[in-house]
């Protein structure tokens, strides 16, 4: 018991430590405006470097990894088709296909799939 405490002791404080040690190592002058201002080829910046993006390019291309990640996980389930019973693999590969659907249709319903507003 001894050594368990004296184990989760040592592993907390070495945490502590690193953690600490991070943060004064990482600490950056506020001041210094030549590394804050945006880098383009030595010249001044046309505009500014911090202009927020599109939310909805951003909602796009969310929903754009979410279906390439569902098709990834679809694929190996056709080859998991040979060792598994088929009204199992069925009853699987609908419930995925259907919580997909379902998912669509309320983005569709909130207007998320609408690019020009």
């Known amino acids: 018991m001894f050594k368990m405490m004296l184990t989760i002791l040592l592993a907390s404080m070495v945490a502590i430590m690193m ?25 001044d ?23 390439d990640i569902e098709i990834a996980i679809i694929l190996p389930i056709v080859l998991t088709m040979k060792w598994s019973a088929t009204s199992t693999w069925t009853m699987t590969i609908m419930l995925f296909i259907t919580i997909l659907i379902i998912g669509l249709y309320h983005e569709w319903n909130n207007g998320v799939l609408e690019w020009a507003k």
């Open 19 to 43: 953690m600490m040690m991070c943060t004064i190592i990482s600490k950056t002058s506020k001041k210094d405006r030549e590394k804050m201002s945006p880098f383009e080829c030595g010249f």
């Open 45 to 67: 910046p046309k505009s500014s470097a911090r202009t927020p993006f599109s939310i909805q390019f951003f909602l796009i291309a969310v929903l754009f990894l979410i279906f």
